[in-house]
């Protein structure tokens, strides 16, 4: 027979629960200042309710009602270099952790309201309802809730998006040398996502302080957690990866205190992360005024049966016994936050002249001005200010024939010499003697503990990055060993790292760099071969850089790693091996945004190009020789922000026509919205439509001959100029 041996985890998972004697000896002054704190965000919730009750909440109001235990119980222990970020159900997360920040510590008795707990109150009232005053100058409402000086990093409308930020706010907790951790917050819809669980997974391989706290409450919209997962004990999760998980009666905020604290100490020495399982309760919908009865999937004897065990009922019932503070003390607390919110109200809310008796309206002058739209969508460059600009033509220094992927490499590793805060990360780049084309050779050799190995996870460590970027105190550099898997990462690279700063307000820089590879040509198919840069162009916060020989690689690179946006650095596995003028050992200039190159001139056509087609464009003009001569424009900067349409306009002022070149597939096409731009802005000076070269409507294939006709080369430009010479 065979023999079984039951296995045991290793790491701990435990239920926390607290008797009469531990709430007989709990700090009077830990429960007064949870339950003040409770009671401030349960009636802020029930006004903004009755707001969005009027029609003054523009989109969702996700209430917490119901919730406050765990959010309250898990941040009062909390400092205000801890930083949090939830998800679109993050009020109460938001204004614990705000509030905790702006009053003292050491307080005595019930709390009241001070002037800095006032303008909390106000100021997240205006962004939930999109007006200028609020934290993200109205562009967050909801869902988007950020305070970075109060360590209130940011609430998520993707369910899960945030989780893997929080793990980079640890890592640089962690590599600044402090003991301040990080606590993402989430619910059980989330538990389930595979970035969460990606990030469970890298968290704990690199021991980072980051709690990963779990409000289960039941339900994600309407479906019950049993019929989403056979484990609804979902701190259980944190067995499979080793990572300590409490389990916690989220109604009992003094027993989520306990299990905090016990998290803390051990996230606080050092550790590694933790898991935490609140078991709450939302008392409505998903969104707005109603309870889940009212739509169908919960029913009014389950909601009764919670509100029984309502988290501030259940606690002010232990405070009156325990005489630290009397019934009308409590009263007046209640009485008080009420009326400062509806005063704050009154400041932006007027009777609307059209309406019905008693309908009110947002007072015009409140709202963001319409001009604001677009400020922020990206940084003014001010840190490029005193930057040492360089042109090959021009330069001082001494220059050779370079490799492409040595000066890849060398470049890097003088950023990370010069720079302390500049650390890579991606699959391999630690291993391989440089990653597998070599660009991290230089850098591992100089700084091994800044190039860090990743797990397959392009989520996690892109949202890693991403939170990292945003805390401030490092410059990650993100590789992705194929451009496609972008699209893995796509949340976190399209959804978190190009929206943050303009959705959080426009302020924050995020100077988060990612280095992919286009390996068209390779043979490796359909789902490692594409060109990304029509597809990354639609997103308006990034910036996208494409170099084409070595010496603009180095002053790209510099630029990208100054820059305080987010920049995707392109390369192409063709240039790798190539050689070209690049610096000997001058590895400190920068090139300019917004500044094309042009790489030949002429009078009947402009081309315009990047990447390894410059050299194929290059090839096919001198193949045609005199039967037309062109201006080669190399693109370089390939965002709408960044494009150099001073260059672009006076080639076509002279040649009157235009021919965009690219290698990749024509449905991801970057020359598509260019030649429809260049069309609409200099209609008058064509002659004809903008000609095109592009790769075939299908993805490269293995096969070699199904490859190469799926992708343009020197051949198709040839064949293109051919045309237009004949035309």
């Known amino acids: 027979?065979?023999?079984?041996?039951?296995?045991?985890?290793?790491?701990?998972?435990?239920?926390?629960?607290?008797?009469?004697?531990?709430?007989?000896?709990?700090?009077?002054?830990?429960?007064?200042?949870?339950?003040?704190?409770?009671?401030?965000?349960?009636?802020?919730?029930?006004?903004?309710?009755?707001?969005?009750?009027?029609?003054?909440?523009?989109?969702?109001?996700?209430?917490?009602?119901?919730?406050?235990?765990?959010?309250?119980?898990?941040?009062?222990?909390?400092?205000?270099?801890?930083?949090?970020?939830?998800?679109?159900?993050?009020?109460?997360?938001?204004?614990?952790?705000?509030?905790?920040?702006?009053?003292?510590?050491?307080?005595?008795?019930?709390?009241?309201?001070?002037?800095?707990?006032?303008?909390?109150?106000?100021?997240?009232?205006?962004?939930?309802?999109?007006?200028?005053?609020?934290?993200?100058?109205?562009?967050?409402?909801?869902?988007?809730?950020?305070?970075?000086?109060?360590?209130?990093?940011?609430?998520?409308?993707?369910?899960?998006?945030?989780?893997?930020?929080?793990?980079?706010?640890?890592?640089?907790?962690?590599?600044?040398?402090?003991?301040?951790?990080?606590?993402?917050?989430?619910?059980?819809?989330?538990?389930?996502?595979?970035?969460?669980?990606?990030?469970?997974?890298?968290?704990?391989a690199w021991k980072l302080p980051v709690c990963f706290f779990i409000e289960n409450n039941l339900y994600a919209v309407s479906t019950h957690v049993d019929a989403a997962t056979a484990e609804p004990r979902l701190s259980a999760r944190g067995l499979g990866f080793n990572i300590p998980s409490w389990r916690v009666d989220g109604m009992d905020p003094l027993a989520v205190h306990v299990a905090m604290t016990e998290a803390l100490e051990h996230m606080r020495a050092g550790n590694g992360p933790t898991i935490i399982e609140a078991e709450v309760y939302r008392y409505f919908h998903q969104n707005g005024p109603f309870p889940g009865s009212a739509f169908g999937y919960r029913d009014k004897a389950e909601e009764a049966v919670w509100r029984e065990r309502d988290p501030i009922a259940q606690l002010r019932s232990e405070v009156l016994r325990r005489e630290l503070a009397t019934q009308e003390e409590l009263d007046a607390q209640v009485d008080e936050v009420e009326g400062v919110l509806r005063e704050l109200g009154e400041q932006f809310l007027e009777a609307d002249p059209d309406g019905k008796p008693g309908q009110r309206r947002i007072i015009a002058g409140a709202w963001p001005d319409p001009g604001f739209v677009d400020?922020?969508?990206?940084?003014?460059?001010?840190?490029?200010?005193?930057?040492?600009?360089?042109?090959?033509?021009?330069?001082?220094?001494?220059?050779?024939?370079?490799?492409?992927?040595?000066?890849?490499?060398?470049?890097?590793?003088?950023?990370?010499?010069?720079?302390?805060?500049?650390?890579?990360?991606?699959?391999?780049?630690?291993?391989?003697?440089?990653?597998t084309n070599g660009a991290t050779r230089a850098p591992l050799a100089a700084f091994p503990d800044r190039v860090l190995g990743t797990p397959i996870s392009e989520n996690a460590f892109a949202g890693l990055a991403g939170g990292m970027a945003l805390d401030g105190r490092v410059r990650p550099v993100v590789e992705f060993m194929y451009a496609d898997f972008m699209w893995v990462a796509a949340d976190q690279l399209f959804n978190q790292v190009a929206k943050a700063r303009h959705m959080f307000g426009g302020e924050a820089a995020v100077p988060f760099v990612l280095r992919s590879k286009l390996a068209a040509g390779t043979g490796y198919g359909s789902q490692h071969s594409m060109d990304p840069a029509g597809v990354l162009a639609t997103a308006p916060g990034l910036r996208i850089v494409a170099p084409s020989n070595p010496f603009d690689y180095v002053g790209l690179m510099n630029t990208a790693l100054a820059c305080d946006d987010p920049v995707v650095v392109l390369e192409h596995v063709d240039l790798y091996p190539s050689s070209g003028q690049g610096?000997?050992?001058?590895?400190?200039?920068?090139?300019?945004?917004?500044?094309?190159?042009?790489?030949?001139?002429?009078?009947?056509?402009?081309?315009?190009?990047?990447?390894?087609?410059?050299?194929?464009?290059?090839?096919?003009?001198?193949?045609?020789?005199?039967?037309?001569?062109?201006?080669?424009?190399?693109?370089?900067?390939?965002?709408?922000?960044?494009?150099?349409?001073?260059?672009?306009?006076?080639?076509?002022?002279?040649?009157?026509?235009?021919?965009?070149?690219e290698q990749g597939a024509a449905g991801t096409s970057y020359g598509g919205w260019l030649a429809d731009e260049i069309q609409r802005r200099l209609f008058d000076w064509l002659d004809a439509p903008v000609h095109r070269v592009h790769g075939s409507e299908a993805s490269p294939s293995i096969s070699k001959v199904l490859e190469r006709a799926a992708i343009a080369r020197t051949d198709e430009v040839v064949a293109a100029l051919n045309d237009i010479a004949a035309g």
């Not at 903004?48 to 996700?62: D, F, R």
């Not at 993402?184 to 990030?199: K, R």
């Not at 003014?380 to 040492?388: Q, T, V």
């Not at 190009?609 to 410059?614: R, W």
């Open 375 to 435: 400020v922020g969508i990206r940084g003014d460059l001010s840190e490029l200010a005193g930057s040492r600009y360089e042109e090959q033509e021009t330069f001082s220094g001494e220059l050779a024939e370079r490799r492409f992927i040595d000066v890849v490499s060398e470049v890097m590793a003088r950023r990370m010499e010069m720079d302390p805060s500049v650390v890579v990360m991606g699959e391999d780049v630690d291993g391989l003697k440089g990653g």
């Open 1 to 204: 027979m065979p023999k079984h041996v039951n296995l045991k985890p290793v790491s701990p998972w435990v239920e926390v629960t607290l008797g009469r004697r531990d709430r007989d000896t709990a700090e009077p002054q830990v429960l007064l200042d949870l339950l003040g704190r409770m009671q401030w965000v349960r009636t802020f919730e029930e006004y903004v309710l009755e707001l969005a009750g009027q029609g003054l909440v523009h989109g969702p109001a996700h209430s917490s009602i119901g919730q406050e235990g765990g959010a309250i119980g898990s941040i009062l222990p909390l400092r205000t270099d801890d930083m949090i970020n939830g998800s679109h159900r993050g009020h109460h997360q938001f204004l614990a952790k705000a509030f905790g920040h702006v009053l003292p510590a050491g307080g005595t008795g019930v709390p009241r309201v001070t002037g800095e707990v006032r303008e909390v109150l106000r100021r997240t009232l205006a962004e939930i309802c999109g007006l200028a005053d609020g934290y993200c100058r109205g562009r967050g409402g909801s869902m988007h809730l950020q305070w970075r000086e109060a360590g209130a990093m940011g609430t998520n409308a993707i369910v899960g998006g945030g989780v893997p930020q929080a793990a980079g706010f640890a890592w640089a907790m962690r590599n600044a040398g402090t003991d301040a951790v990080s606590v993402t917050y989430f619910g059980d819809g989330a538990v389930n996502i595979g970035s969460v669980l990606e990030t469970f997974n890298l968290a704990a």
């Open 583 to 661: 610096p000997v050992d001058d590895l400190d200039y920068r090139l300019p945004v917004g500044k094309a190159a042009v790489r030949r001139t002429g009078d009947d056509l402009t081309i315009i190009s990047y990447l390894s087609m410059v050299g194929h464009c290059l090839d096919a003009l001198d193949v045609v020789g005199d039967r037309i001569s062109a201006d080669l424009i190399d693109l370089r900067w390939l965002d709408r922000a960044s494009l150099d349409w001073d260059t672009i306009e006076a080639s076509v002022r002279k040649t009157n026509q235009v021919l965009i070149v």
